[in-house]
Each structure stands twice: as structure tokens, then as C-alpha cells.
């Protein structure tokens, strides 16, 4: 029996090995689907309603019609618990396309009915990571221009991300005409003089559910947030810098390419975030104290 072997797949829970889609599927052909990634703390989903509201918002984005998101909740539950992840830390993946049709560029007509898919696996804690921090590269965004759309078109992301692991590093940070986009798979955030920068909402990054959480935890804490565009030439310029999402949580970055940031060890506002996001997820959610102070 496979690891975490049972799926959802079009109404159906049943074994993964069991699970066959259409080579006529438009998400085969096109990548012409959209998904969404939800974390839990032993049992408990962070953030759910947050994600959900997102994976309505890419649907609507490609114009796929699918009417059943008020189920997804009870779909990932079941997930979780059938795949005995109860009391660990996983993640439920969910995936939608367009369906099945014939090849063709134009959107099928009539109401084709929609791929849908979730599996649930493990997602554990970068804790090394998080606690001395990582290092990035820097890339050109070379990805389309709909980022904030979670589209599985995802060739560009895993294109750089690979070159990136390449290099020995965990994330790439991406630049675009300029100025600093995100990361790969993560939102970045930097800080100077106490302040949080990050690049504002758009179609040029997508809106981060831990992203939305950090701006949140800084306006808690009286940390002052600026969302504009980070040229490019002024890395250096910044004490911190720290990226954030459903699997790396908040990380520091410690280094940039080949340049240390700062002294090279975690800044004091990226450590009071984490310790707020601990507090409210693994202590709260999990029931569980993690440490990152030696």
C-alpha cells in the first residue's frame, strides 16, 4: 500500500493507484487548471477560509466553472484523517481543471464538467531553516503576467527553482523590470530601520495566505509595513530579509547570491514575527512549543 494512498478525485475517495484521468484532460494538454495548498497543525487547518476565498478567486480568474468549493472543507478533513495525518503536520493539496475535450485552444462549449482532485501528505517544519536562516539567488521573473493567479502552469517556477537548488539554495528571489517580485513558491519580505517592505498586491505576485498573516501580526505588533516595489540595486540597503508561505512558513534569508545580509544571522523584527506565527500556529493549533533561540 502506498504512503497516504487515498485520494479524492471527482467525488470519489479511492487508493492513488487507483486513480486514472483522462490524456484528453485540459490540465494534460493546456496546464489549464488552477490549486491551492492548505497547511495542518495536527489536525487543524490554518487559515482555511483564507485559501478557500483565493481558490475561488483563481477559478474565477481562468473561468472555470466549479460550484462545489463549499464541500472542499469536509473533502480535506476526510483526507487527512484517512490518510492517519491526524496528528502530524500535513498538507492537503486540491487541484481543479477545466475537465475533459478535445484539443483545441478555444474553451469547449457546454458545461464540461471539471477535473477535481486532492491528496493529503506530510509537510514538516523547516526548523534548521528557520532558525538560522537561508540563503537565496536572484533571477529574472521570467513567469507570466497573471502571477497572482494560482495557475498549475507552473514550468517557469520550477525552471528557476531547480537552478536555484543548484546553487545550494533554498529559494530565488525573482526580479522584474528592476525591482524584487517574490520567490519561487514564497512571498519575500525585507526590513529596514524596523520597517517591513514587500511588494504591494497585484498581478505581479501572488497574495500570500502567510503573507496576509505577517502584515497582520506587524500591524499587532506597531511593526510599520510599506508595500512598494524593492528596486533591485538596493539588496544591500536592507537589515533583514525574510520570505513566507504555506511550507516555509517564515524563514530568514542570511544571504543574497554571494552577499551575507547584514551579520549574516536572523534580524531581531523577522524573529518577533516567527515567534507571533509560532505562538498562533503550532502552540495554539498543535499544541506544541517550538524553540528557535539557543
Same mark, same amino acid.
Given at each position: ?36 495548498? $492548505? ?19 483563481? /477559478?474565477?480568474? #481562468? ?8 464541500? +472542499?472543507?469536509? #473533502? ?10 491526524? &496528528? ?11 475537465? $475533459? ?85 514564497? &512571498? ?14 497585484? &498581478? ?10 505577517? +502584515? ?26 525574510? #520570505? ?24 531581531? #523584527?523577522?524573529? +518577533?514575527?516567527?515567534?507571533?506565527? +509560532? ?5 495554539? /493549533? ?5 524553540? /528557535?533561540?539557543?
Amino acid at each position: 500500500m502506498l504512503q497516504h494512498s487515498t485520494i479524492y478525485l471527482n467525488g470519489q475517495f479511492m487508493g492513488r493507484d487507483k486513480a486514472m484521468v483522462s490524456p484528453e484532460d485540459r490540465g494534460f494538454y493546456f496546464a489549464d487548471g488552477v490549486y491551492e495548498v $492548505v497547511k495542518y497543525y495536527k489536525g487543524k487547518p490554518f487559515c482555511f477560509e483564507e485559501h478557500l476565498n483565493r481558490f475561488k478567486d483563481s /477559478l474565477s480568474g #481562468v473561468k472555470i466553472r466549479f460550484e462545489n468549493t463549499a464541500k +472542499l472543507r469536509d #473533502v480535506c478533513d476526510a483526507l487527512i484523517k484517512a490518510n492517519s495525518l491526524s &496528528n502530524k503536520y500535513a498538507g492537503v493539496y486540491i487541484q481543479v481543471t477545466r475537465g $475533459v475535450a478535445s484539443r483545441t485552444h478555444r474553451f469547449p462549449e457546454g458545461n464540461i464538467e471539471p477535473t477535481v482532485f486532492a491528496r493529503a501528505f506530510t509537510m514538516p517544519t523547516y526548523l534548521n531553516e528557520m532558525r538560522d536562516g537561508i540563503r537565496l539567488v536572484t533571477h529574472e521573473d521570467i513567469r507570466w503576467q497573471w502571477c497572482n493567479i494560482k495557475s498549475i502552469a507552473l514550468l517557469p517556477n520550477t525552471i528557476i527553482f531547480e537552478e536555484a537548488a543548484t546553487q545550494g539554495a533554498f529559494e530565488c528571489m525573482l526580479i522584474r523590470n528592476g525591482y524584487i517580485t517574490e520567490a519561487t513558491h514564497s &512571498n519575500i519580505m525585507a526590513v529596514k530601520n524596523g520597517t517591513v517592505y514587500t511588494h504591494p498586491e497585484s &498581478n505581479l505576485i501572488l497574495s500570500g495566505i502567510t503573507r496576509l498573516m505577517v +502584515l497582520q501580526l506587524c500591524n499587532k505588533l506597531n511593526i510599520p509595513v510599506v508595500e512598494e516595489p524593492i528596486n533591485a540595486t538596493k539588496i544591500g540597503d536592507y537589515d533583514e530579509w525574510f #520570505v513566507c508561505g504555506t511550507g516555509s512558513e517564515i524563514v530568514p534569508v542570511i544571504k543574497i547570491d554571494d552577499t551575507p545580509v547584514a551579520n549574516a544571522k536572523p534580524g531581531p #523584527v523577522t524573529r +518577533l514575527l516567527q515567534h507571533e506565527f +509560532l505562538r498562533i500556529t503550532y502552540e495554539e /493549533l498543535a499544541g506544541e512549543k517550538i524553540v /528557535l533561540d539557543a
